[in-house]
Structure formats: C-alpha cells, structure tokens
C-alpha cells in the first residue's frame, strides 16, 4: 500500500474517531464557582442595586444551578443583569438559550449583531446585542459566554469550545451572562448600549472573581 494510501486511511480514522467522541464524548467534569454569584455586592462604582428584573425582559432558567439576577442604577440609567452558571453543560444541563436569549410570542421588533465591550484594562469582550421590542418598552439586550476568564459571543464556538475541553477531560462549567437596558422608542439604542457598557465595565472584574478557573 502507497505512503499516500495510508496517510488518508490514518486520517480518515482520525476523523471518525474525533466523530464519535463528538458524538459520545467522556462525561462533563463539573467546575464549582470559586464564590456564590449572589455574593456580588450591592454597590458596583457608581451603580447601586435597584430592584428586580423584568422577567419578560431577562426570563430566568429553571435549569440553572447558581444564578444572579437584579437591577443596577446610575442616576437616569438602570440595567438589568442576569448570570447564570452551569457546571456541566452535559446534555440536559446547558441553558435553554433560544428561551432565554430570544423573543416568544408578544415581541415585534428583533435585530442581533456582534459589538465589542472595551474594558478598564485595555481589553475588550466580545458580546452579542440584540434589540427588542414589547407591547410597552424597547430593549437593548447584550449577551456572552463566560467560560473561566474567556469571554465568548459565538454561539457555536462557546459549544465548540466546551466540547473540546470535555474530550481533553477538564472542567466544562460555563456562565450565560446578560445585560439589558430599556432603549428609545426608535431610532439608534446607543444611549442604553453605552450604560450597559459602563456598568459592565466596573461589573466584569468582580464577576471573574466568582468564576471558576
């Protein structure tokens, strides 16, 4: 048999092996929290907690296993925050994301696209921002995937990414963030894109800190 013949049975071995991991990969090695997410404190820089979230505007997920939800106010502005942390991510365990992330019934505006949250630090997050609309208020809603200190928008990369370190046995436990602002009535939400960012700001060191590594 031809070198050539048997480098392309190697790798066609190869890939029907990485498939079936795939599709069976090794149990998920679960990631505790380093801290409880509701030990994030009451006052973040300027912004201090104000109330509880709209549950049409940030819907909570009977699946999660430690979660923060509530509201943060800077003068005019006030966002909604909501993390949730999956230790796992096994089948069965990953957030419900389409229920969470994008409108049921009652909502007649969506658009999504990609941003890029620049941080204190000279870093930048990268985020998803989707605007929607209710019978009464417009949202700015921006959403990521936490996975120890890496920030993910894609998500299919956040799987991909998951995925890659069960098949490497180490620990797959990742956090669904969002956080939302109302937004005008029309035109540009960039006025609510730009309070979000500033609380997110002051908001994602402390949430590291929470993560496990």
């Known amino acids: 048999m031809s070198r ?65 939800r509530g509201g943060y106010r800077r003068g005019a502005d006030t966002v909604w925050v909501a993390i949730g942390y999956y230790p796992d991510t096994a089948e069965g365990s990953r957030p419900l994301a389409e229920e969470l992330l994008f409108p049921g019934r009652g909502w007649t505006e969506l658009t999504a696209r990609e941003v890029t949250i620049p941080l204190e630090d000279a870093r930048s997050l990268p985020a998803n921002l989707l605007v929607k609309r209710t019978a009464d208020r417009r949202v700015a809603l921006l959403y990521w995937w936490q996975i120890g200190a890496r920030s993910v928008a894609s998500d299919h990369w956040y799987r991909t990414i998951l995925l890659y370190r ?42 590291l800190s929470r993560l496990a590594r």
């Open 4 to 68: 050539l013949a048997v480098s392309s049975l190697v790798a066609v071995a190869l890939l029907a092996e990485a498939g079936a991991l795939a599709f069976a990969p090794p149990p998920a090695i679960e990631a505790p929290l380093a801290e409880p997410l509701g030990s994030l404190p009451v006052a973040l820089g300027d912004w201090r907690e104000a109330g509880d979230v709209p549950a049409d505007v940030l819907p909570a997920d009977p699946r999660v296993q430690d979660a923060l």
């Open 166 to 207: 069960r098949l490497l046995r180490r620990p797959a436990g990742a956090a669904l963030v969002r956080v939302a602002a109302a937004a005008p009535d029309a035109g540009d939400p960039a006025a609510a894109v730009a309070a979000e960012t500033a609380f997110i700001r002051v908001f994602y060191p402390d949430l």
